[in-house]
């Protein structure tokens, strides 16, 4: 019995009825619950979480610093500051030839993870069906159901380096399909798309009426192809929205900036949910962000050499040990085959963890096809990949 003022106050025993049940039910994030696990125990060697070793590059923490000394702790304007506006949107066209007007046609969020939300929220009719290809980022689905749509899994396969396929896309189309989110480079997959791979599924988009949410978070993080922007296929531009950030090229994951651009009809309803809801993004870490666009490509550049050092060292050594590893050409995951174990991905992973000291991320965790992989990020040191490797080998020769 909780008392107050030494007054005896009935306590509810349990809140679950009050909760919605939508909410209620989902599960916990797979990515999270080996976090956790990770967290709370010592001398385990982590490959599971998606975020750079790297500190934020002192310019841009140091532009940060300056700001706040100035005093630059009041509100922005609910867009974003202008200046990382129109930084945004030189670099994107710069980058990825797709030009965006910084006025009205893109909004600074908090974090790439804002973006989604806003563009879902803004698009969902309930019962709209939205298209996901598989394995993905754990968020996609959940926000979906959230916010009233009704996810729809679109499985995508080694054999293809996990590319999404035109006829794949076109067998999961119904009368209610909407929008289609796509990402790549892939996380957990590290798979990617080249114009050409494009063309037929921009073809399906523009037959069938859909908006595509275009997260490209890890456009930066290609390593044998320069990233294509599926808003620069001819004609997409005005069903795109696209959504990236500053967290994985930049090392800024702890800083929250994220940005969304697209058709100003588009952007200005986001904004309007944006607006009641955060208001805006963090003063000091859009002057981080400015700072980190106008001078950060060299580290970055810097950053994605060592990358791609790891993710040959890493795919080499798994294949050594005997699994089955596609090359990743983005992002910073390598995405082997257990099945050669006999284990499903989510015992391996926690008998890895109980028997190796080592943490990955059971595939199984991000949808369709990741059933039979584990996703393991090599955006750690290289002694410490070296070091996890040889666990996993020498569990597996247990097995």
Known sequence: MIKQNNVPVASVKSMSGYLAPLVRDMQPSGIRKFFDLVSASKDIISLGVGEPDFSTPWHVREAAVHSLERGNTKYTPNAGFYDLREAIAEYLYDSFQVPYEPKDEVLVTVGGSEAIDLALRALIIPGDEILIPEPCYVSYSPITAISGGIPVGIETFA?????????????????????????????????????????????????????????????????EEKHVSFAALPGMRDRTILVSGFSKAFAMTGWRLGYACGHSDLISAMLKIHQYTVMCAPAMGQVAALEALKNGMEEKDRMVESYNQRRRLVVHNFREIGLQCHEPQGAFYAFPSIVSTGLSSEEFAQRLLLEANVAVVPGDAFGLGGEGFIRCSYAYSVNQLIEAIDRIGNFIKKL
Do not use: H
């Not at 289609?180 to 798309?193: A, C, D, H, Q, R």
């Open 159 to 223: 054999k293809d380096n996990f590319r999404l396929t035109a006829e794949s896309l076109q067998a999961c189309l119904t009368p209610k399909s909407k929008v289609l989110i796509v990402s790549y480079p892939s996380n957990p997959t590290g798979g990617i798309m080249t114009y050409e791979d494009w063309l037929p599924i921009a073809k399906i988009v523009e037959d069938n009426d859909l908006i595509v949410i275009s997260d490209e978070i890890y456009a930066e993080l290609t390593y």
